[in-house]
Each structure stands twice: as C-alpha cells, then as structure tokens.
C-alpha cells in the first residue's frame, strides 16, 4: 500500500495508525512518522477533533454517517465498505478539498476485526465543476436571474424551513405593465433589453442574500422573501416599484405612465399543515390580479383570510 497512486492510511483495531503513504503524505502535507501509532489522523482533515469514516468501522459508530458526512452510500450486499463524500478543511496545506472516502474493514479467520482500510480521492475539480453547472440550469439565460426550474427546486424548502421555525414567508409576483404594446413599439430586441433592466433592477432592489429574485416567464417576475412580514414585502415592493420607475425606460404606448412601469401582488404567510407553497404563490397571483384590474403600476396585497 506504501506506493499505491491513491491516498491510502490503514487503522488497527484500536483505531491507531499502521499504514499512511506516500499519496497520503502528498494530499494532506502530514508525513506519515507524525501520525503513525497515534490516533492523530484527524488533525490531517478537520481543525477539531472528530471520526474519520475508518474511525466509525473501528468504534461500531456507523450509524452516524449522516451527521458528518453531505453524501454516503452504504455497502452492497456483497461488500463490507462504506462510501462518503466531504468538504474538509486540511490545516496542514491550508486548502479546501470535497475528498470522496472509501473505507472498509479487514477480519481475520475468526470474523474479528483487525484492521480498515481507508482510502481517499481529491474531488474538488468535479465537485466544482458540477456545482457551477447545476448553477446555470437554475439561471434564467437573458436576466441572469434565478429561473422556474429554481422555483420548483427551491420554494419547498423555504416553505418547510419558515414551516419549521414558524416564520412568515411571503412572496411578490410582479409583471411588466403593457409589455406587449411595447414590444410591438420598440420590437423584440429592445424588449429583450427592457427585460433585463428591469430584472437588474429588481435584484438591486434586494437587500438581503436570502431573497431571490426570478424571472417567472416572459414579462413575469417572482421575489421570495424568506423571514418578512407583510408590511415589509410590501415596502421590498414598493421598493422595487418605485426603482424601475426611476430609470425612466420609455414606454410611450402605456397608458399608465410615460416610463416602463410593473404591477405587483404580494402575499404572506406563517406556513401550517393545512397549506402549501403553491396556495401562497396563488394568492400573491390573484393579488398581481387586483393591481392590474386597478389601472396598474401599484402594489396590491392579498387581503382574504389566510
């Protein structure tokens, strides 16, 4: 194992260090003399002490893969090893690295456990990869807003998470006012444009990282404020409102205003059992409704009970 190309460190029964090579001395910039007959090995993943996935074979500690590690896959039915995936600070190099862990044990004759074997892969690079790839499937291609697809993937969990902590959620669903007549006035690329200005707008308009921005389909547009009460979304609206208002985009063919206005509808909740995500985007949808029924460019919130 000395010379294997993978990183490979070998603990006895005891979870004492028998085994580091030279790929593991390369990864982690321990040498393997500091941690060989010591129980140390953690000092070369974590700044605080904690099990590394062969630590949790030896101490019968299993069980608790899913408090430390983001993914683990258990054994087959003909294997004994156990798979899991982290990101892991290394002191030694000063480097963070997702490192994809295989771990299995080794019994003698008798079925008793004398040593595991662990070996390590540095995933960075793909974990990167992958991370910024799943990025853009979730980013709307002209705005650079977040996109539908993020909705579906994202609102349960900030409906279960408000859910959960009993805070109100709420949501805006703004539209463009008479986007169509000015298309029809300026064509399709300076409809493009007003699209994305209004979309910059919008996301300048956000002051907090947990709120997002989305473009919901064509002119349409949907913000997701985690943690605000009513009178706030309803400031965030007028905010927003007011804001592309002021960049003055002409819009000759409104009959609400010289400039490229947008409607907005806001409703919120304190999430319960008895409703979903989908009825709080249905109110804030009837609320964009009422704005536009009531000549536009305003903020209309839902006022049925909820």
Known sequence: ME????ATFVLDDTGKVIIWNKACERLTGIKASEVIGTDNHWQAFYSEKRPCLADLLVQNRIDELDKLYVYH???SAYGKGYQADNWCYLPRINRRLYIAFDSGPIYDFQGNLIAVVETMRDMTEYKTVQSALEKLVEIDDLTGLSNRRYLAEHLETEWSAALANKNHFSIIIA???FFKQFNDTYGHQTGDECLKSVANVMQQSLLRATD???RFGGEEFC???PNTRPKDAIDISERMRQ??????LEHKTSSVADYVTI?????SMVPTGEKQAADLIKQADEALYQAKAACRNRTVEYQHDL
């Open 3 to 6: 010379h294997l190309v993978t």
């Open 243 to 248: 804001n592309i208002y002021d960049i003055a």
């Open 175 to 177: 539209d463009i006012d």
């Open 223 to 225: 913000v997701l404020l």
């Open 212 to 214: 997002v921005a989305i």
């Open 263 to 267: 409607s907005c509808g806001v409703a």
């Open 73 to 75: 896959a258990e054994p």
